[in-house]
């Protein structure tokens, strides 16, 4: 059986390969509405404040602070009520000593008060309105420019857009923008014993999984996935289709071929597609020790194992990082949680190991969370699929005991 070559730790393998690649540059102008899970592809200022007028956060009434200082329930106070704030209007009138008017939640208030006087501490009594709460100046208020100002940078370069982005984006009337353009993946499945999904298995076949699993990962990430079907083994069959992805893709994965074993032809098939070839083959770590990580020509190319719950770790592992890197994306904390592990798991020193957890409250405790491990053989997907998270065991440790606290990568 052919050997790996040194193996190199998980950060390393991928920091050597992510070293060598820039963000691909092409950029597109799309609809905000459509751009969720999107990638900004330019710095973006605020055009105008936000808000564009002072407002209120309460329904009651416009205030002159100074009017309601030193009234409480047991010594109210009263003011003469002038008007009703319209909504979606500005006001006609100016608020002026000793008088209020009626202002509902995001109503703009009137030139003359400063606060506003929630509903609850007030009583009407015909035209004065009976008030029992003082209020500071700005109480109850967002002022101009409180959220942002004009000019202010609210989307950097970079930036992957949730919800709240582009909410604030169309708050500011930014109905458009520029954006990075998907990183087109190709994924390539290989193996005699692989058929489609939707075909029905004789003995000894498998449905092909790794196509779907990381074709999904691939648009969750904010890539294009594109399927190149499965291939034989065949060495000649196999460099035709991955020459021809790498020509038409940005990034292009093959599963299955990469463990050490007569088989291995990916690592081959890598070298003639384009210098340097090969950077990494085999990672320390398990599952997934089979990784290979190669640059044909500027173009990434990963050869991971076929085995679908190795596949789809180190799809999390090293596909994520490198579509990231390729559309330009800023540096971000993956979403991760602490818990206490319920049993003792063991390792290998030196080697790096992720395992399938299951969270689960601890008791009545409040907040508190407890991870479960889950068993079974490492090839199969519905573990992963049972799993809320990955626990990593780092390789300097022969294991971890029970009660121990640990961090679980979502997922």
């Not at 076929?306 to 770790?313: C, D, I």
Request: proline share 8%.
């Amino acid at each position: 059986m052919p050997e790996f070559l040194t193996l190199l730790p998980p950060d390393s393998a991928r920091e050597k390969l992510l070293s060598q690649l820039t963000p691909l540059g092409l950029t597109s102008v799309i609809e905000t509405e459509s751009a969720l899970g999107r990638v900004s592809a330019e710095d973006v200022l605020a055009p105008h404040p936000l808000p564009a007028f002072p407002r209120t956060t309460v329904d009651g009434f416009a205030v002159r602070s100074r009017d309601t200082y030193g009234v409480s329930e047991s010594l109210p106070g009263y003011l003469k009520l002038i008007g009703e704030v319209p909504m979606g209007d500005t006001p006609d009138f100016e608020v002026g000593p000793g008088q209020c008017a009626i202002i509902h939640t995001g109503g703009m208030l009137p030139a003359g008060a400063d606060a506003a006087l929630m509903l609850e501490y007030t009583q009407t009594l015909g035209d004065e309105i009976e008030i029992m709460k003082s209020v500071a100046d700005g109480e109850n208020l967002i002022r101009i420019g409180e959220d942002v100002a004009e000019g202010q940078l609210v989307i950097p370069r970079g930036t992957r857009l949730r919800p709240a982005e582009i909410g604030g984006l169309m708050a500011l009337g930014i109905t458009k923008l520029r954006v990075a353009n998907k990183v087109r993946v190709g994924i390539l499945s290989s193996g005699d014993e692989v058929i489609p999904a939707g075909e029905t298995p004789r003995p000894g076949q498998v449905r092909d999984i790794n196509a779907h699993t990381l074709g999904t990962l691939v648009t969750q990430s904010g890539g294009e996935p594109l399927q190149y079907g499965i291939i034989r083994d065949d060495f000649a069959a196999l460099q035709a289709a991955a020459a021809r992805a790498l020509g038409e893709c940005d990034l292009v994965l093959i599963t299955a071929g990469s463990s050490a074993s007569t088989r291995d032809m990916t690592a081959d098939v890598i070298n003639t597609l384009g210098k340097p070839g090969v950077l990494v083959h085999g990672i320390n770590t398990r599952p997934g020790k089979p990784t290979i990580l190669g640059l044909c020509d500027g173009k990434p190319l990963i050869g991971l194992p076929g085995n679908p719950v190795s596949a789809l770790v180190n799809g999390y592992m090293m596909v994520v990082p490198l579509i990231e890197k390729l559309l330009g994306q800023l540096p971000r904390q993956r979403p991760s949680i602490r818990a206490t592990l319920t049993v003792n798991l063991p390792s290998m020193a030196g080697r790096e190991d992720w395992w399938p957890v299951k969270l689960r409250a601890e008791g009545d405790s409040q907040g508190s969370l407890l991870a479960e491990p889950i068993f079974g053989k490492s090839n199969l997907i519905f573990s992963l699929a049972a799993a809320d998270g990955l626990l990593k065991i780092p390789p300097h440790a022969t294991g971890l005991s029970a009660g121990t606290v640990v961090e679980v990568l979502l997922i």
